[in-house]
T-cell receptor, first 109, second 111 residues
Framework: KNEVEQSPQNLTAQEGEFITINCSYSVGISALHWLQQHPGGGIVSLFMLSSGKKKHGRLIATINIQEKHSSLHITASHPRDSAVYICAVVGGGADGLTFGKGTHLIIQP | NAGVTQTPKFRVLKTGQSMTLLCAQDMNHEYMYWYRQDPGMGLRLIHY???????AKGEVPDGYNVSRLKKQNFLLGLESAAPSQTSVYFC??????????FGPGTRLTVT
């Protein structure tokens, strides 16, 4: 079973700061997702990546397959970025994704 | 195109009562999943299905049953609810094992 660890568990920052959330996993994977969950809200996929780097607006996700590590960066953070960010890995089995416990991010104005 | 919907959105049960949560998807996906989300625990897989008429146990299946009689629906049943089943339940569906589309969640409280 793949163990997915995220750090930090909780992060409070000021508006405008550069944010980094880390994810490491124990077993090789096919791909990795970064998901976002707003308070009381549903879960949406921000990125799926299997190598290198992807960018969408102020969000950047990177993955190092050899080191079994991924990072999610938020540039020029804004209070609307406040959410739980979840890392999930694709093992290839029918049971789908294995999830980290999430990082609770609060951006203060 | 509604995506993945869940019924009900909220429910309060007394210990020992039973209920069924309904998940429906209109994307013709083969794979469907039920998760529970608890503080500090992340999403944990309860049961999943790889197609109509099939079901399989996930990480935390005890106390739950499921059925997939129609491709678009995946039902999660609690036969005798316990306070430990207080949680937020998410359904998801997918065309492949590489991705999942989540429903809005059902908040269940068992008193």
């Amino acid at each position: 079973k793949n163990e997915v660890e995220q750090s930090p568990q909780n992060l409070t920052a000021q508006e405008g700061e550069f944010i980094t959330i880390n994810c490491s996993y124990s077993v090789g994977i096919s791909a990795l997702h970064w998901l976002q969950q707003h308070p009381g809200g549903g879960i949406v996929s921000l990125f799926m990546l299997s190598s290198g780097k992807k960018k969408h607006g102020r969000l950047i996700a990177t993955i190092n397959i050899q080191e079994k590590h991924s990072s999610l960066h938020i540039t020029a953070s804004h209070p609307r970025d406040s959410a739980v960010y979840i890392c999930a890995v694709v093992g290839g089995g029918a049971d789908g994704l294995t999830f980290g416990k999430g990082t609770h991010l609060i951006i203060q104005p | 195109n509604a995506g993945v919907t869940q019924t009900p959105k909220f429910r309060v049960l007394k210990t020992g009562q039973s209920m069924t949560l309904l998940c429906a998807q209109d994307m013709n996906h083969e794979y469907m999943y039920w998760y529970r989300q608890d503080p500090g625990m992340g999403l944990r897989l309860i049961h999943y299905s790889v197609g109509e008429g099939t079901t399989a146990k996930g990480e935390v299946p005890d106390g739950y049953n499921v059925s997939r009689l129609k491709k678009q629906n995946f039902l999660l049943g609690l036969e005798s609810a316990a306070p430990s089943q207080t949680s937020v339940y998410f359904c998801a569906s997918s065309r492949t094992t590489y991705e999942q589309y989540f429903g809005p969640g059902t908040r269940l409280t068992v008193t």
